[in-house]
């Protein structure tokens, strides 16, 4: 069964890190571009960052540039989410997905459409 399975999450104060796995079951994620997404209560989902499937791309929403660090370990079979600087506007639930078509060197994780076979996603809840 082709699935993927975020953790990590969890209550963290304003200020703190937090690092979230993606872990691919029933699917070789190192032919995919893989990207993490959230979405907070009542808000549309975001796309917050993606990898190619080398990992020699990476790219990033604007609000999280500088304070997020997008991975992958292809032995794992596992994409990470490191999370520094959290603020409260970073809560909600974080999704991973990979991408429709596989083998492509590049990604956005705008591009919400391009991304399917999305986890049940993790809560993240920045407060202080």
């Known amino acids: 069964q082709l699935q993927l399975v975020e953790s990590g999450g969890g209550l963290v104060q304003p200020g703190g890190s937090l690092r979230l796995s993606c872990v691919a079951s029933?699917?070789?994620?190192?032919?995919?571009?893989i990207g993490w997404f959230r979405q907070a209560p009542g808000k549309v989902r975001e796309g917050v960052s993606c990898?190619?499937?080398?990992?020699?791309?990476?790219n990033y929403a604007d609000s999280v540039k500088g304070r997020f660090t997008i991975s992958r370990d292809s032995a794992k079979n596992t994409v990470y989410l490191q999370m520094n600087s959290l603020k409260p506007e970073d809560s909600g639930v974080y999704y991973c997905?990979?991408?429709?078509?596989?083998?492509?060197?590049?990604?956005?994780?705008?591009?919400?459409?391009?991304?399917?076979?999305w986890g049940q996603g993790t809560q993240v809840t920045v407060s202080s």
């Open positions: 990898v190619s499937r080398t990992g020699g791309t990476t």
């Open positions: 997905a990979r991408t429709q078509i596989p083998l492509e060197s590049t990604c956005d994780p705008a591009r919400i459409s391009d991304f399917t076979y």
């Open positions: 029933g699917l070789d994620l190192n032919i995919w571009s």
